[in-house]
């Protein structure tokens, strides 16, 4: 009830004397710095959507273009061919107006044309099958059209529109890869019976479900997506742990600190940083030799996302924003704020908390130590003990707290550790990160971020939001603004002081 009485901003009581009304400043400032950062993160992705509409162009680019069609009639020379002296004729009356929209409908009719040009170069694939001494002259003339087309200084998703739809292969095809993938597999009394079911397939219901796929593929980017995602991930009853979430290592030549605290702050604080450029959209997106730019849909889904056991199928859950992180350590559960007043939080400040959490001299409540060995159970056996445990009262509010954090931090009591000279402590690494002792992580979480007690550090992932490279970038990156850019002082410790 203390934390309601805090929450509250206004109150008021009746008494004979009159009304009594209090007002609590701290919660004011609160809500006021939570909707300025919310309306913020609304503007900026409004500016994002409208820069990416306009690419491979950029909007300063119509300043001048609006310029020489207002010079250019002032002076009476009409580059518009007759449509300004229109326009004036029967709805506006400012020649200055009327070359300006008629500037502006010229500019985006170029645009548009020059993303679907490039779209159409895109789905050009004779540059993958040629060495690179024997380019033909068609790839050349190629490569010069998409270098001339494509626009400087991309943003993480600018290429989104210009990336063209998956084609639909025809069915022959289909049935053809089909048959030589199976052929391995049988013997010639089997592969025989498998061609005539294709044969028949191909002349009858194929022919049906191939207009189906088609135009599905006119209304999607990816027709194969949803269905992948579904039935390959989603619908799967295995547990996670092990048959689908994967991991990744920490930098094992390199060893910036062997203090457990400052690691994680650091960690968690070019994380953020991290997710600050992804919503901003001021990442590089990966192109393949400098040309062909890779889809960007499934960074959306990086961060605030989890993994919701269902009986049937299970759904990922995306949050728009989140303020805090969870920690795990020593069978407890901690949810962490990495933002004061709007502001991220500075490494030595997160390291300050995540210290006090390694502190706590208390124990866990009872059950609290196994409950991440929901997680990795059998995904029906989950989803009717959240239905049966998790529905309302404090399990609920604390399993929300979880499942809405950026994502999960784990404070491990173990050291790990690389020797090239024994191979068997990086593999008990590597089973560590990936499984852990099948408590101690949190497995429908988007990703994990695992500290070992000597400041070593990994990763497991949950599969079903994106594939490896997505999770690659990332980690690449932190691991470059923890050890390069952010430093450490002498003592292991974060650099800076908190306030």
Not at 339 to 350: D, I, M, Q, V
Request: aromatic share 14%.
């Amino acid at each position: 009830m203390a934390e309601a009485h805090e929450a509250v901003a206004f109150a008021f009581l009746v008494t004979p004397e009159g009304v009594d009304f209090n007002v609590n400043r701290e919660a004011i400032k609160a809500v006021w710095y939570s909707g300025a950062r919310s309306w913020r993160k609304r503007f900026q992705r409004f500016q994002n959507s409208f820069f990416r509409g306009v690419y491979p162009a950029t909007p300063w680019t119509l300043i001048p273009v609006a310029a020489g069609v207002n010079a250019a009639h002032h002076y009476g020379y009409d580059v518009t061919l007759g449509v300004v002296d229109k326009l004036r004729g029967k709805w506006i009356p400012n020649q200055y107006v009327a070359c300006t929209l008629v500037a502006t409908a010229g500019w985006l009719a170029i645009v548009f044309l020059r993303r679907y040009t490039l779209k159409l170069l895109y789905l050009y694939h004779g540059w993958m099958y040629e060495a690179h001494r024997s380019v033909t002259w068609k790839t050349k003339l190629w490569t010069v059209l998409v270098r001339l087309l494509s626009g400087r200084n991309p943003g993480m998703f600018s290429y989104q529109n210009s990336i063209p739809h998956l084609p639909v292969p025809a069915l022959k095809e289909t049935m053809h890869r089909w048959l030589r993938s199976v052929r391995p597999l049988l013997d010639d009394t089997q592969y025989k019976r498998m061609e005539t079911l294709a044969g028949e397939f191909e002349r009858g219901v194929g022919r049906r479900f191939q207009k189906y796929l088609i135009m599905k593929s006119w209304i999607s980017s990816n027709y194969v997506t949803d269905w992948w995602e579904e039935f390959v991930y989603l619908r799967g009853r295995s547990p996670l742990m092990v048959n689908s979430n994967f991991y990744g290592l920490d930098s094992i030549l390199i060893h910036p600190t062997k203090v457990q605290a400052a690691r994680a702050a650091n960690i968690v604080h070019a994380a953020f940083l991290y997710r600050r450029e992804l919503e901003r959209e001021t990442l590089t997106p990966i192109v393949i030799q400098n040309m062909i730019p890779l889809c960007s849909n499934q960074y959306v889904r990086q961060f605030n996302t989890t993994r919701v056991p269902g009986e049937e199928t299970d759904k990922l859950v995306h949050y728009m924003d989140s303020k805090h992180v969870s920690v795990y350590h020593k069978g407890r559960y901690y949810k962490v704020f990495v933002y004061h007043k709007s502001h991220l939080l500075k490494p030595c400040e997160l390291e300050m908390q995540f210290q006090s959490i390694l502190d706590d001299p208390s124990l866990p409540e009872k059950g609290e130590e196994h409950l991440g060995s929901l997680t990795a159970a059998e995904r029906s056996h989950w989803a009717k003990a959240r239905k049966q445990f998790f529905s309302d009262g404090m399990n609920q509010n604390s399993l929300r707290a979880i499942e809405t954090a950026a994502f999960h931090v784990v404070l491990d009591e173990d050291d790990y550790e690389y020797d090239p000279e024994d191979h068997t402590k990086l593999d008990a690494f590597g089973r560590a990160m990936l499984h852990g002792d099948g408590c101690d992580r949190w497995y429908d979480k988007s990703f994990n971020v695992i500290f070992g007690k000597n400041g070593r550090m990994g990763l497991n992932t949950e599969h079903s939001w994106a594939d490896a490279p997505v999770t690659g970038y990332m980690w690449e990156y932190i691991i470059m603004e923890d050890i390069y850019r952010m430093g450490w002082a002498e003592a292991g410790m974060g650099e800076g002081g908190g306030d």
